[in-house]
């Protein structure tokens, strides 16, 4: 039997896109002849999707896609191994399609959405066609949909970050303020949506810092209290100051002087808490040798 040798699955793997030991069988059935070993692999191939289901997809594309009136909208957030994939033009049109039918059939959940039907079959058969064509895992993380009685306005940085916004106020407006939330990313509209989670992890740092001042303990409460209120000044939206203006005046202020409301927003950063994997090439060829 010939022999099979790391650098032989590492062009294996490379030219195919699957995993190492999958690659190191087809090399021992195939007498190590790479050639028969790529073509078993690509017999094979309608295993790809739930093979590449276990690998961690943590790069992706936000779609967004807002109604004519502008009073319904979604946002989807699609998932990738590779910043490589998440460029693909095909991806992103399959995300922006993904938004416009939860936009208009209202999903309870991922589970209903990918049972719906795009392109002439379900989501999920879309999706499965695409991780065999393209060799990467791809999965439907999170959506969200909103209606409002007044205005959406959306905005998309990169591919990456995506904002909704429902607000009662002029379309600029809305671009300005979905730019905004993008920019210095808000938790909340209002410090009273803040959660009170949040808060006391801010106060017992704040607490913790305050005390190594040696200051009276009077002194300590109220140090304490201004750090929790202008962390809330930095999280919230209104009280944030508006990122195209001077620095002085905050979005409240600038709603005010607009006679605007904001009712409410969504913005999702892809990838945001996924663990990413590094790839260790040495390790994996380690762990091939033992087996």
């Known amino acids: 039997m010939a022999e099979i040798t790391a650098t032989m699955v590492k062009e294996l793997r490379e030219q195919t896109g699957l995993g190492m030991m999958e690659c190191k069988k087809a090399l021992a059935e195939a007498g190590g002849d ?12 309608g295993a790809k999707a739930s093979k ?5 997809a943590a790069e992706g594309v936000v779609g967004i896609h807002v109604g004519a009136a502008g009073k319904t909208a979604a946002m989807v957030e699609l998932n990738c191994e590779t910043d490589f994939v998440a460029k693909n033009d095909e991806f992103k049109a399959f995300a922006n399609g993904l938004a416009k039918l939860i936009a208009e059939e209202k999903p309870a959940d991922v589970a209903a959405l990918s049972a719906l039907t795009l392109g002439g079959q379900s ?16 999965s439907i993380r999170r959506f969200a949909r909103m209606e409002s009685a007044g205005r959406i306005a959306s905005y998309v ?13 002029d379309e600029q407006l809305g671009k300005d303020l979905a730019m905004h939330i993008a920019a210095l990313k808000p938790v909340a509209v209002a410090r009273d949506q803040v959660s009170a989670e949040l808060i006391e992890r801010e106060r017992t740092i704040a607490a913790a810092r305050a005390a190594e001042s040696g200051k009276p303990a009077n002194i300590v409460d109220k140090m304490v209290e201004g750090a929790v209120a202008k962390f809330l000044g930095e ?8 990122v195209k203006g ?39 060829v380690a762990a091939m040798s033992k087996g």
């Open 123 to 138: 989501v999920d058969a879309t999706r499965q066609a695409m991780v065999q064509k393209i060799g990467e895992n791809m």
């Open 246 to 284: 001077d620095g002085k005046q905050t979005v409240e202020q600038l709603l005010k002087a607009a006679g605007a409301r904001v009712n409410g927003f969504t913005m999702y950063v892809v990838g945001e808490g996924i663990e990413k994997k590094k790839d260790d090439f040495a390790a994996e």
């Open 157 to 169: 940085h990169g591919v990456k970050i995506g904002v909704l916004v429902d607000l009662d106020g």
């Open 34 to 45: 790479m050639k028969k070993a790529e073509e078993l692999l690509r017999i094979k191939s």
């Open 52 to 56: 590449a289901a276990g690998r961690i």
């Open 235 to 242: 999280v919230t939206l209104l009280g944030q100051a508006f």
